[in-house]
T-cell receptor, first 118, second 114 residues
Framework: NAGVTQTPKFRILKIGQSMTLQCTQD?????MYWYRQDPGMGLKLIYY???????DKGEVPNGYNVSRSTTEDFPLRLELAAPSQTSVYFC?????????????????FGDGTRLSIL | AQSVTQLGSHVSVSEGALVLLRCNYS??????LFWYVQYPNQGLQLLLK??????LVKGINGFEAEFKKSETSFHLTKPSAHMSDAAEYFC????????????FGTGTQLKVEL
């Protein structure tokens, strides 16, 4: 059971380049999330999705874009990489009944993508 | 808005000693609370969750946490630390507003010494 799979694990980008961080899950979860983790800051939510075709902004969406064409996949796109986007990026998924404000279902995390922008 | 505060960004204990990691939450509605652990170069793994069924929650690897509404706390404990417990620990609370979003604390790095 693979769970949440993120690729690549490491990447170095030059300023201004673009790239897509891939995330796929095999648990048939309807909710998916992208976070960034910076030292001493915890995790900050970038974007999330409550189902295929539905995405919404989190706390720190600037400079990023997402799409959700299937239940399994939730790629994160950086269009013009900036040094401030150097971080560790985590994808997560969870199951929840649609329409609930909150749920006791935990989020399941991938192993992260370590991104450096120079 | 819902939030969590983790007191102490670094905690050091001796092997065999009690582990106590502190988490206080702020929530305008009954919260769902979670503790996650992160080992080096890995993602977050669920340790335990509070869902209002019982105030004392047991998790994996011998960890447990007690929900205290009067103190707005959800501290994580383990009676006897093991070297393998060295990791970063995050407390999280449901954020509300749909999407089952979580607000995470800033984390506590646990060091276990011989």
């Amino acid at each position: 059971n693979a769970g949440v799979t993120q690729t690549p694990k490491f990447r170095i980008l030059k300023i201004g380049q673009s790239m897509t961080l891939q995330c796929t899950q095999d648990m048939n979860h309807n909710y998916m999330y992208w976070y960034r983790q910076d030292p001493g800051m915890g995790l900050k939510l970038i974007y999330y999705s409550v189902g295929a075709g539905i995405t919404d902004k989190g706390e720190v969406p600037n400079g990023y874009n997402v799409s959700r064409s299937t239940t399994e996949d939730f790629p994160l796109r950086l269009e013009l990489a900036a040094p401030s986007q150097t971080s560790v990026y985590f994808c997560a998924s969870s199951y929840s009944i649609q329409g609930l404000v909150s749920s006791n279902q935990p989020q399941h995390f991938g192993d992260g993508t370590r991104l450096s922008i120079l | 808005a819902q939030s969590v505060t983790q007191l102490g960004s670094h905690v050091s204990v001796s092997e065999g000693a009690l582990v106590l990691l502190r988490c206080n939450y702020s929530s305008s509605v009954p919260p769902y609370l979670f503790w996650y652990v992160q080992y080096p170069n890995q993602g977050l793994q669920l340790l335990l969750k509070y869902t209002s069924a019982a105030t004392l929650v047991k998790g994996i690897n011998g960890f447990e946490a007690e929900f205290k509404k009067s103190e707005t706390s959800f501290h994580l404990t383990k009676p006897s630390a093991h070297m393998s417990d060295a990791a970063e620990y995050f407390c999280a609370v449901t954020k509300g507003g749909g999407g089952n979003k979580l607000t995470f604390g800033t984390g506590t790095q646990l060091k276990v010494e011989l």
